[in-house]
Antibody
Framework: QITLKESGPTLEKPTQTLTLTCSFSGFSFTSSGMGVGWIRQPPGKALEWLALIYWDDDKRYSPSLKTRLTITRDTSKNQVVLTMTNLDLVDTATYYC????????????WGQGTTVTVSS | QSVLTQPPSASGTPGQSITISCSGSSSNIGVNTVNWYQQLPGTAPKLLIYSNNRRPSGVPARFSGSKSDTSASLAISGLQSEDEADYYCAAWDDSLSAHVVFGGGTKLTVL
């Protein structure tokens, strides 16, 4: 069974740096075609893709957020970490990590999400 | 505004068929495959359709997808109350550096 779970702070202040961790199990991140991505959803709004890291450590970022995002992986811990700098109130959202499959060109298994509120 | 355009809402009665559209451009749907995600109230999204028209294991056959030029559609036949959810289309976009784009979502109400 493949599972992913997001963890991180629930409350952050503006200008701070957010660090979110995705812990996963049930698949090997070193297998060709695998990836883990981050997607967020502000309250009552649409999904927004943030970043993706592949099995070969290739990385992709949202062009509009690229300067603020860093995605890394720790294959020994089965974790993917997303950092977002210079937080703003509009970054308040539920943040999801999801397994990406190149075979399906999509996110086929999602975590439950973690809610982050940015407030002073 | 989302790069992919979806109608904000759709509705139907049980047993009916409905279609949700997703309009893109030559840099995304025009050259890449489309996925559809279903998000039931208060839950994480779930992959519903991949590669334009393929269903993951466990997704009922009454869900189907299609793509033509720079647009895609999700069709649901035999509408059921449990289909009430938000539906999102998504695709890779090759403009700038390759990135994933989502539609704005369509809230389906089963009357």
């Amino acid at each position: 069974q493949i599972t992913l779970k997001e963890s991180g702070p629930t409350l952050e202040k503006p200008t701070q740096t957010l660090t979110l961790t995705c812990s996963f199990s049930g698949f090997s991140f070193t297998s060709s075609g695998m990836g883990v991505g981050w997607i967020r959803q502000p309250p009552g709004k649409a999904l927004e893709w943030l970043a993706l890291i592949y099995w070969d450590d290739d990385k992709r970022y949202s062009p509009s957020l690229k300067t603020r995002l860093t995605i890394t992986r720790d294959t020994s811990k089965n974790q993917v970490v997303l950092t977002m700098t210079n937080l703003d109130l509009v970054d308040t959202a539920t943040y999801y990590c999801a397994k990406y499959s190149t075979g399906q060109h999509g996110f086929d298994v999602w975590g439950q999400g973690t809610t982050v509120t940015v407030s002073s | 505004q989302s790069v992919l355009t979806q109608p904000p809402s759709a509705s139907g009665t049980p047993g009916q068929s409905i279609t949700i559209s997703c309009s893109g451009s030559s840099s995304n749907i025009g050259v890449n495959t489309v996925n559809w995600y279903q998000q039931l109230p208060g839950t994480a999204p779930k992959l519903l359709i991949y590669s334009n028209n393929r269903r993951p294991s466990g997704v009922p056959a009454r869900f189907s997808g299609s793509k033509s030029d720079t647009s895609a559609s999700l069709a649901i036949s035999g509408l059921q109350s449990e289909d009430e959810a938000d539906y999102y289309c998504a695709a890779w976009d090759d403009s700038l550096s390759a990135h994933v784009v989502f539609g704005g979502g369509t809230k389906l109400t089963v009357l």
